[in-house]
């Protein structure tokens, strides 16, 4: 079944505790994103990546790092979570850029509460 | 600064009558695509229709349609026959180039 997978779906930390939600995409996509979603505000993309080894900073990377190893995976990083990043998470996935009508698949989310 | 603006934060229809969810984006790029998106309350991203900035013909997928005017730079969603699976957030996106920048959503309510 072509799916995203995000890990993990809900996760409470602490102020400054680092971690790490994966996204996986076994559709050969090349083209992968991150976006948090919060009330009023809609979804905003974080990070996104064209490909392999490709990833640039979309409009809310503050506080974010992600890496694309490999084309299936592309793990979102909070070195230093703050109670800011208190937010659904999703991971999406598509066979070229946003652009055309190869539309994205997105993960289930990731809930994530920093306290 | 491109930006998607979906004015409506909360609409109500009746079953089985059509609603317009309003969608407006600002670029200055000719080559962009406009997604609309449902997300249930369950959460899940579900895509409904796309629209490309040269397609000169309206989309559509079933019950949903997107009226695009250009010149306006609008892209409002058409949902025919509401059903009450149809209450859901609706997010209107654009598409420029590698970036994606979604509307703040639009809450829809079907009342039997």
């Known amino acids: 079944e072509a799916q995203v997978t995000q890990n993990p779906r809900y996760l409470i930390t602490v102020t400054g505790k680092k971690l790490t939600v994966t996204c996986s995409q076994n559709?050969?996509?090349?083209?992968m994103s991150w976006y948090r979603q919060d009330p009023g505000l809609g979804l905003r993309q974080i990070y996104y990546?064209?490909?392999?080894?490709?990833?640039d900073k979309g409009d809310v990377p503050e506080g974010y790092k992600v890496s694309r190893k490999e084309k299936r995976n592309f793990p979102l990083i909070l070195e230093s979570p703050s109670p800011n990043q208190t937010s659904l998470y999703f991971c999406?996935?598509?066979?070229?850029?946003?652009?055309?009508?190869?539309?994205?698949?997105f993960g289930p989310g990731t809930r994530l509460t920093v306290l | 600064a491109q930006k998607i603006t979906q004015t409506q934060p909360g609409m109500f229809v009746q079953e089985k009558e059509a609603v317009t969810l309003d969608c407006t984006y600002d670029?200055?790029?000719?080559?962009?695509?406009l997604f609309w998106y449902k997300q249930p309350s369950s959460g899940e991203m579900i895509f409904l229709i796309y629209?490309?900035?040269?397609?000169?013909q309206n989309a559509t997928e079933g019950r949903y349609s997107l009226n695009f005017q250009k010149a306006r730079k609008s892209a409002n969603l058409v949902i025919s026959a509401s059903q009450l699976g149809d209450s859901a957030m609706y997010f209107c996106?654009?598409?420029?180039?590698?970036?994606?920048?979604f509307g703040p959503g639009t809450s829809l309510s079907v009342i039997p």
């Open positions: 999406a996935s598509s066979g070229t850029s946003g652009m055309g009508a190869d539309t994205q698949y």
């Open positions: 559709m050969n996509h090349e083209y």
């Open positions: 990546s064209m490909n392999v080894e490709v990833t």
């Open positions: 670029t200055s790029d000719q080559s962009y695509g």
């Open positions: 629209q490309g900035s040269y397609d000169e």
């Open positions: 996106a654009m598409t420029l180039y590698d970036k994606v920048i």
